[in-house]
């Protein structure tokens, strides 16, 4: 099983997504995007900022970039080297990369639910069960402080 998280700028688990481990990663992306599509075109609206979607080079896709910028979404992912040199495009060097904040949300998660460093669970809705219980706990926490 393979767990995708999707976080906001904050490094706060906001959804995820469980595949199998053969899944593409590309594929639930927009699965993730359509859970917070509401909040995002909200947030859209309210501010000026131009939502960004970092990626690692897992992500890389020319189909995926052209589905974010429909979705008025600023694509960040590394590109693969695969054989071929591409021409490079200059990113914004004013753009913070903050991959690094999904991961510290995963530990975070693995810290508090030491259940989900092994998966045990047999059946994916436990699984699922177990993932919701860990993010309704996140919030709450964070919400309490």
């Known amino acids: 099983m393979?767990?995708?998280l999707l976080v906001d700028a904050g490094g706060n688990p906001v959804a995820f997504e469980v595949t199998s481990a053969?899944?593409?990663e590309?594929?639930?992306v927009e699965r993730l995007l359509d859970r917070v599509s509401r909040q995002l075109h909200i947030f859209h609206k309210e501010t000026e900022m131009i939502p960004i979607f970092e990626a690692d080079k897992g992500y890389d896709s020319e189909a995926l970039r052209d589905k974010l910028l429909?979705?008025?979404i600023t694509p960040l992912i590394p590109r693969r080297n695969l054989g071929k040199s591409r021409v490079t495009r200059k990113v914004a060097s004013w753009i913070e990369k903050r991959?690094?904040?999904v991961e510290r949300?995963?530990?975070w998660l693995q810290r508090k639910f030491r259940r989900l460093v092994v998966r045990w669970e047999r059946r994916i809705?436990?699984?699922k069960g177990l993932l919701n219980c860990s993010l309704i706990k996140?919030?709450?926490d964070r919400l309490a402080i």
């Open 105 to 107: 949300a995963i530990s």
């Open 125 to 127: 809705i436990y699984w």
């Open 2 to 4: 393979t767990t995708h």
């Open 26 to 28: 590309r594929q639930q």
């Open 138 to 140: 996140f919030w709450v």
């Open 99 to 101: 991959r690094w904040q």
């Open 70 to 72: 429909k979705r008025k």
């Open 22 to 24: 053969k899944g593409d």
